[in-house]
Each structure stands twice: as structure tokens, then as C-alpha cells.
């Protein structure tokens, strides 16, 4: 244990850089232990054959959302699509004003 600070003969700015002192230290101590307990886990996970991220489902959750495949595509210009779901395309709002159906855009497979 270190050796007991006698606080009061200390003046404020002493005591409030001791204060940060402290406070940067109790940091430094916790993200010490954090990355101990990260890499104890890290190395059981190994042990199993597995990744953190796979066990945690992080492995997923950084890949995001995949785009969904296209439903429709315009008639004319097939590098136009849509996947059906979210707001219409312009050519899709326009196509269905004209008199057209979404199954005129559907693509077939």
C-alpha cells in the first residue's frame, strides 16, 4: 500500500491534480483488467475452436444488412432494379400512373 498522503497540506491545485491523477489511474487499472479478461476469454474461445465475434454474434453484426436480391427491374434499362420492399422508384411510380403492373416489372427467373 502506498504511503498515506497527508491532504491536508495540500493547496486546491494540488488536490485537483491529484484528483485527475487518481482518476487517469483508476482508469489505466480498468482498461488493464478489460483487456486481461478480453484476452482470457479470446484464448478459451481458441481453445473451443472459435472466435469471440463468432460466439457473441459479432461476426454478423459487422457484416450489416445484406441488400436484398432485385424483384423488379425496368423493361428497358435491366441495371434499374428493385427489391419490393422500401419507397417505389420513380420508374416504377410512373409505370404503374401509365397504366402498367408490378408483375410487368417482375423478374423472371
Not at 487518481?22 to 482498461?31: C, F, L, R, S
Not at 461476426?59 to 450489416?64: F, R, V
Request: charged share 30%; glycine share 8%.
Amino acid at each position: 500500500m502506498p504511503a498515506k498522503i497527508n491532504l491536508d497540506k495540500l493547496d486546491l491545485d494540488e488536490l485537483k491534480q491529484l484528483q485527475k491523477d487518481v482518476a487517469k489511474a483508476i482508469d489505466q487499472y480498468e482498461a488493464k483488467r478489460r483487456n486481461e479478461a478480453l484476452a482470457a476469454i479470446e484464448a478459451t474461445a481458441k481453445e473451443h475452436g472459435f472466435s469471440v465475434a463468432e460466439l457473441t454474434g459479432g461476426a454478423a453484426a459487422k457484416k450489416g444488412k445484406q441488400p436484398l436480391p432485385p424483384k423488379y427491374a425496368h423493361p428497358e434499362n435491366p441495371s434499374l432494379t428493385w427489391s419490393g420492399r422500401g419507397r417505389q422508384p420513380a420508374w416504377i411510380k410512373e409505370g404503374l400512373e401509365s397504366g402498367k403492373s408490378l408483375d410487368d416489372y417482375l423478374i423472371s427467373k
